[in-house]
C-alpha cells in the first residue's frame, strides 16, 4: 500500500490528500511534522533529506516535492486527463503548477506566517505589506487566466492545475487581510467544491 508523511493540515499535504481521493487510492498516512512526529530525526532526513513534508512511499521508491508527487501519482494510475500526455497540454498544467510553487508560494510565505501563524520573526509591516500585495498581484493573474478559459486552469478540463493552485486559493481566502474581489477566480473555486476530497482536505476550515 502507498504511504504518505505529513501532518494533515500542511497545504502540501493536503493537495496530495486531494488528488488520492480523485483517484480512489487507497493510502496508508502517518502524521509527521510541527505537532507530530519529528521530520529533523534521522529516520525522516533518510527519507527526506530536507526535512520537510509530504513523502510518498511505494515499495522502494520514496518520493518528495509535493508537486512531484502528484504527477506521479496521476501517471501511476493513468490518469491522462489530470496529467496530459500530449506535449502542449501537460506543458500547460506544469506551468501552472510549478508558477504555484515557485511565484505563488514564495507571495504568501510571509503574510501567512505573520497573520495566521502569528509568527514573532514575522512582525515587520513593510514586508507584510509586500507580501499581501505580491499575494494579490498573483492571484489576479490567476483570475485573468480563469477569465480566458472561462473553464479551469489549464483550460476546459479538469487537471492537477486545479488540485495545486485550488489549495493555494483556499489559503488565500482564509487568510484575513484585505483582497480583491476576483469573479472569476470565486465561480471556478465553487466549481471545485462538489469534487472528491476537496470538502475533507480543502474547505476544512484549515488556511
Avoid at 21 to 47: D, I, K, M, Y
Avoid at 51 to 79: F, H, K
Avoid at 145 to 169: M, P, R
Avoid at 182 to 188: D, G, R
Amino acid at each position: 500500500m502507498l504511504k504518505l508523511l505529513g501532518k494533515s493540515p500542511s497545504i502540501n499535504v493536503r493537495k496530495v490528500l486531494w488528488l488520492c481521493a480523485e483517484l480512489a487510492l487507497e493510502v496508508e498516512h502517518e502524521q509527521w511534522g510541527s505537532g507530530f512526529r519529528p521530520t529533523q530525526t534521522p529516520e525522516f532526513l533518510a527519507l527526506n533529506p530536507n526535512g520537510m513534508v509530504p513523502v510518498l512511499i511505494d515499495g522502494s521508491l520514496v518520493l518528495w516535492e509535493s508537486n512531484t508527487i502528484c504527477r506521479y501519482l496521476a501517471g501511476r494510475q493513468g490518469r491522462t486527463d489530470l496529467l496530459p500526455t500530449t506535449l502542449r497540454e501537460r506543458a500547460r498544467v506544469e506551468q501552472w503548477m510549478d508558477w504555484q510553487a515557485t511565484e505563488l508560494n514564495s507571495a504568501w510565505r510571509y503574510a501567512f506566517m505573520a497573520l495566521v501563524r502569528q509568527s514573532a520573526a514575522h512582525v515587520d509591516a513593510a514586508a507584510l505589506a509586500h507580501s499581501v500585495a505580491e499575494w494579490n498581484r498573483l492571484m489576479q493573474m490567476l483570475d485573468a487566466q480563469l477569465a480566458h478559459t472561462g473553464a479551469h486552469v489549464a483550460g476546459d478540463a479538469f487537471t492537477l492545475a486545479d488540485i495545486v493552485l485550488g489549495v493555494s486559493t483556499h489559503r488565500w481566502l482564509m487568510t484575513p487581510m484585505p483582497r480583491p474581489v476576483l469573479p472569476a477566480v470565486q465561480t471556478w473555486f465553487e466549481r471545485l467544491a462538489p469534487r472528491a476530497g476537496f470538502a475533507q482536505h480543502v474547505g476544512n476550515g484549515i488556511a
